[in-house]
């Protein structure tokens, strides 16, 4: 758990998981896991960031991250704005581009960016000085999750490498498992993938993943189950025939469970639709972690905006 | 290469510890003061300090001290201005503070600096009855108004000279040494 001596952490943004090194992912865990305490404390505040000017811009909906990424920025004394697509410029037909550059005009310092469209927290960073954290960027990635979950599942386990790790679910489609995929094959687990064949793109394979099509094949041999929601709104495109079939096909219920390993950690990142990928036993059971990884996902977001807002600007470095 | 001076030795660490251990329970000798008695190291070596210094302590006074672990990364005043973040370490307090009385522990006391941000965070973990300094090497220059307690040894520096205390918990061995800056290779003129 000790960082290498030697280590520095160089990244001016959270981008992705793709391009980070086992090295750095382990060290933003390592600086989260110091992070946990404050979290613990009557004042749940340090003044890291004070004078610093943080920006939320969600241009698509979010609940969970949003809040995470406010409290996380507010527990280290920055200040926070928030930007809502529908109550500003975007919505007059002003560019994302340009709606940045203006917000950057007022002096942030970090931009926190979700979008539908993947690439964009990349394009952002190559046009704005700030530090750009990506919160998720279309079906791409969402690398404060992935981290977080990686996070969670060490906390519990103890370990990484040599995990077996069952991702369930509409892998096509989800950022999530995208930056599960990355970060934990490059810290030594092993990925499965499961769910019907319409949801898992062959391509996956190319990262180091297995395939599977039957979860019960699957259960008794992995120690974590990271259960994706299934995007009903994405149901008109017909991936599957109906939301029964595959709660009765790939639903994590206790029946299933009761072939898992004893300590098998069932993993959700939320919203969840109870009923169709996890029922409420199994949700709310003894081997759910899902409230921990919410708690875990402040500590982690902590780590990152602390990390980021350390390092010179590559002009400023030269 | 800058030839190391050695200020102290192992056994000179020892007899320093013993000294200041001795001075704290003077301090705290009736039975009031003993029961609320509190030690923090701050991190790295403070901690190393603490430990050997509750030790000898408790060993005295036959009575299980609390120690607490304290990092001042998130407190620092210098963020914007170094370079790499430092490696944020753990603060474990295991005790509420109020109406304690904290003795902070830490190897070398120079600028103050350190001093003021711990003093910043344990506010932050109740209102201590009063909280003292306890340092291995007081060796000057101080940059604000902090002075401590109880010193192991007082040493005249130069700023360019840097006091290293090495301890075998996490050095390998035990040894104050005092060593001149390296030169960097370029200087910049303005």
Known sequence: ?318 | MPKDKRLLSQPDINQTLVKLAGDIISCHSSPKEKDSLVLIGIHRRGVSLAKRLKAIIEKKIKRILPLGTLDITLYRDDLDTIGHLPVVKNTDIPVDLTDKSVVLVDDVLFTGRTIRSALNELAEFGRPKRIQLAVLIDRGHRELPICADYVGKTVQTKSDEIVMVRLKETDGTDEVVITKKPMHKAVKVN
Do not use: C
């Open chain 1, 1 to 318: 758990m000790t960082p290498d001596k030697k280590f520095v952490w160089t990244q001016t943004h959270l981008l992705g998981l793709e391009n980070l090194s086992a090295q750095e992912i382990t060290h933003i865990l390592d600086t989260a896991e110091s992070f946990k305490e404050i979290s613990t404390r009557n004042i749940k505040k340090v003044p890291t960031l004070r004078g610093k000017v943080v920006v939320n811009m969600f241009v698509e909906p979010s609940t969970r991250t949003r809040m995470s990424f406010s409290l996380a920025a507010k527990r280290l004394s920055a200040d926070v704005v928030d930007f809502s697509p529908s109550t500003s410029s975007l919505s007059k037909g002003e560019t994302l581009k340009d709606t940045a550059r203006n917000i950057e005009a007022m002096g942030i310092d970090i931009a926190i960016i979700r979008h539908t469209a993947p690439g964009t927290p990349h394009m952002l960073s190559r046009i704005i000085d700030a530090s750009v954290i990506n919160a998720g960027d279309g079906a791409h990635e969402h690398p404060t999750q992935g981290l977080l979950d990686i996070f969670t599942m060490r906390e519990q386990k103890g370990r990484i490498k040599g995990l077996k790790v069952a991702v369930v679910g509409d892998i096509m489609h989800s950022r999530v498992a995208r930056s599960n995929i990355w970060g934990l094959t490059k810290l030594g687990a092993e990925v499965i993938a499961v769910g019907p064949p319409t949801l898992i793109p062959q391509q996956i394979r190319e990262l180091g993943v297995k395939i599977a099509y039957d979860i019960d094949k699957v259960i008794p041999e992995v120690d974590v189950i990271n259960i994706l929601r299934i995007q009903l709104e994405r149901q008109r495109s017909k991936f599957f025939p109906t939301v029964r079939e595959y709660a009765r096909l790939f639903g994590i219920n206790s029946e299933r469970l009761r072939h898992a390993k004893k300590d098998v950690m069932i993993m959700h990142p939320g919203p969840i639709n109870r009923g169709v990928e996890i029922t409420p036993d199994v949700a709310d059971g003894t081997h759910s972690v899902i409230l921990r990884q919410v708690t875990n996902g402040l500590s982690v977001r902590m780590a990152v905006l602390y990390l980021v807002s350390g390092q010179p600007k590559a002009e400023e470095a030269e």
